[in-house]
């Protein structure tokens, strides 16, 4: 970067725009190094450039720019403390709606009736296009993500399923199935979006339980030794996504080129870590080497990078699917800010 930016080069730069930069000016965010006695432009240098990367990221993360400008080391922890309010008060509201909502998209999700004969734990066993197909013995190959699956009492729904009545299954995406049950045997015809049929899938029985959701859930080890990691303290902002196949080759050139539902991620020197998403901030511990989410349960793996010089932090990425099947398929990349 050479000496002085120009307030049109920093606007550009930043991706931030000239009446914002004043903005923040006005209200005592950023100085710039100088300002131009006689044509008032305005100049900018390097650390100025950090400060509004800093200011975008604290936005990103809830901060007003009130509790921007009196940032200080307290101000993170007292922000998780708020957002820890926050969310739960949002969980409790959106229980409310979901208990409400009888319509997911253009499916109209019938009233709950139930069916002891679903209830319990099933294993994937094939595909194929229609019951009649696997009675001939035509089964196609497909990769499925829904191995094992479970009806849970009542039509509680958990991971990507919504809620279950009986003959149906509806799930968060707007996809639903219906099923039919023979012996052991359960046929699952999935319909995806505008309601065209797709495939059937076939499950054997498992068992015939009343689980709950707490059976079903993967918990790793949180009960770790607390490690300091001055390394990873500081704002990361998320780079890119990749197939967790890829991880140990990856050099940094970009795999995925669409938006992350992770958006940032703040490190702070007292294990702290708040993890910004597109719906809401997760508040999080971390040692050295994993990130702790204690709602979750999991323990995530991460390392840091260099690649030209820039330095990138690698992080397993643990959701839904690790919980309810263990698999891990991607990682999240975040490049230092």
Same mark, same amino acid.
């Given at each position: 970067?050479?000496?002085f930016l120009r307030i049109g080069e920093v606007s550009s730069l930043c991706n931030i725009s000239i009446?914002?930069?004043?903005? /923040?000016?006005? #209200?005592?965010l950023i100085k710039p190094i100088e300002v131009d006695q006689f044509t008032g432009y305005r100049h900018? %240098?390097? +650390?100025?450039?950090?400060?509004? /990367?800093?200011?975008?990221?604290?936005?990103?993360?809830?901060? !007003?720019?009130?509790? =921007?400008?009196?940032?200080?080391?307290? !101000?993170?922890?007292?922000?998780?403390?708020?957002?820890?309010?926050?969310?739960?008060?949002?969980?409790?509201?959106?229980?409310?709606?979901?208990?409400? !909502?009888?319509?997911?998209?253009?499916?109209?999700?019938?009233?709950?009736?139930?069916?002891?004969?679903?209830?319990?734990?099933?294993?994937?066993?094939?595909?194929?296009? @229609?019951?009649? &197909?696997?009675?001939?013995?035509?089964?196609?190959?497909?990769?499925?993500?829904?191995?094992?699956?479970?009806?849970?009492?009542?039509?509680?729904?958990?991971?990507?399923? %919504?809620?279950?009545?009986?003959?149906?299954?509806? @799930? /968060?995406?707007?996809?639903?199935?219906?099923?039919?049950?023979?012996?052991?045997?359960?046929?699952?015809? *999935?319909?995806?979006?505008?309601?065209?049929?797709?495939?059937?899938?076939?499950?054997?029985?498992?068992?015939?339980?009343?689980?709950?959701?707490? %059976?079903?859930?993967?918990?790793?080890?949180? #009960?770790?030794?607390?490690?300091? $990691?001055?390394?990873?303290?500081?704002?990361?902002?998320?780079?890119?996504?990749?197939?967790?196949? #890829?991880?140990?080759?990856?050099?940094? +050139?970009?795999? *995925?080129?669409?938006?992350?539902?992770?958006? !940032?991620?703040?490190?702070?020197? &007292?294990? +702290? *870590?708040?993890?910004?998403?597109? $719906?809401?901030?997760?508040?999080?511990?971390?040692?050295?080497?994993?990130?702790?989410? +204690? %709602?979750? *349960?999991?323990?995530?793996?991460?390392? =840091?990078?260099?690649?030209d010089g820039e330095e990138y932090l690698i992080l397993d990425w643990k959701s839904g699917d690790y919980? /309810?099947?263990?698999? =891990?398929?991607?990682?999240?990349?975040?490049?230092?800010?």
């Amino acid at each position: 970067m050479k000496d002085f930016l120009r307030i049109g080069e920093v606007s550009s730069l930043c991706n931030i725009s000239i009446k914002t930069l004043r903005f /923040y000016e006005e #209200k005592g965010l950023i100085k710039p190094i100088e300002v131009d006695q006689f044509t008032g432009y305005r100049h900018y %240098d390097e +650390q100025n450039v950090k400060e509004i /990367y800093k200011i975008q990221f604290l936005k990103d993360a809830g901060f !007003s720019l009130d509790e =921007i400008k009196n940032f200080d080391e307290n !101000s993170l922890s007292d922000k998780v403390k708020s957002l820890k309010k926050d969310i739960k008060k949002f969980k409790e509201k959106i229980s409310l709606i979901s208990s409400y !909502s009888k319509i997911k998209g253009d499916i109209e999700m019938k009233p709950f009736i139930n069916d002891e004969n679903v209830i319990g734990k099933w294993k994937y066993e094939c595909s194929c296009n @229609s019951k009649e &197909d696997y009675n001939k013995g035509e089964k196609i190959k497909e990769d499925i993500d829904l191995s094992d699956i479970c009806f849970l009492p009542e039509g509680e729904g958990y991971w990507v399923f %919504d809620r279950w009545t009986k003959g149906e299954l509806y @799930s /968060y995406n707007g996809i639903f199935y219906t099923y039919e049950i023979e012996g052991d045997l359960m046929f699952l015809t *999935c319909y995806g979006l505008e309601h065209k049929k797709e495939i059937c899938l076939v499950y054997k029985r498992v068992d015939n339980k009343k689980h709950k959701i707490e %059976d079903l859930k993967r918990v790793d080890d949180l #009960k770790l030794p607390i490690e300091k $990691d001055e390394k990873v303290v500081g704002f990361w902002s998320t780079y890119d996504y990749i197939p967790y196949k #890829k991880k140990n080759s990856y050099d940094g +050139q970009k795999y *995925c080129k669409g938006n992350q539902y992770v958006t !940032s991620i703040i490190f702070t020197p &007292d294990n +702290q *870590c708040l993890m910004q998403a597109t $719906d809401k901030i997760n508040s999080l511990k971390y040692t050295k080497g994993k990130l702790l989410d +204690q %709602d979750s *349960c999991v323990a995530m793996d991460y390392e =840091i990078k260099v690649f030209d010089g820039e330095e990138y932090l690698i992080l397993d990425w643990k959701s839904g699917d690790y919980t /309810y099947t263990g698999r =891990i398929n991607g990682c999240y990349v975040f490049k230092r800010a």
